[in-house]
């Protein structure tokens, strides 16, 4: 059964920066493309980047530009370096597979507020 722990979220200002890590269990991790999800506040979970298996990488048009989506896969670790940050990427962060999700993880907070 593949697990997630999502960290690294907090509370920062507009502007500021953050990078989260997911820590996944399993095996088929390095096989497997990936992608951080967000949800925001009455709204439903977004997908906001993703990475193939092979590093090629995608990101959702409202954080093109600002966000970096990589991954190590000796550590089975996938990382999201969001910079610029507005308060419209205040949301709970997530990780897990881009296709065919596993159980979600606990998600990190992200707190986007001067």
């Known amino acids: 059964q593949v697990q997630f722990v999502e960290s690294g979220g907090g509370l920062v200002q507009p502007g500021g920066s953050l990078r989260l890590a997911c820590a996944a269990s399993?095996?088929?991790?390095?096989?497997?493309?990936m992608g951080w999800y967000r949800q925001a506040p009455g709204k439903q979970r977004a997908l906001v980047a993703w990475?193939?298996?092979?590093?090629?990488?995608y990101y959702a048009d409202s954080v093109k530009g600002r966000f970096t989506i990589s991954r190590d896969n000796a550590k089975n670790t996938v990382y999201l370096q969001m910079n610029n940050l507005s308060p419209e990427d205040t949301a709970v962060y997530y990780c897990?597979?881009?296709?065919?999700?596993?159980?979600w993880g606990q998600g990190t907070q992200v707190t986007v507020s001067s």
């Open positions: 399993g095996s088929i991790f390095r096989f497997v493309a």
């Open positions: 897990n597979t881009y296709t065919d999700p596993r159980p």
């Open positions: 990475i193939l298996s092979g590093g090629s990488t």
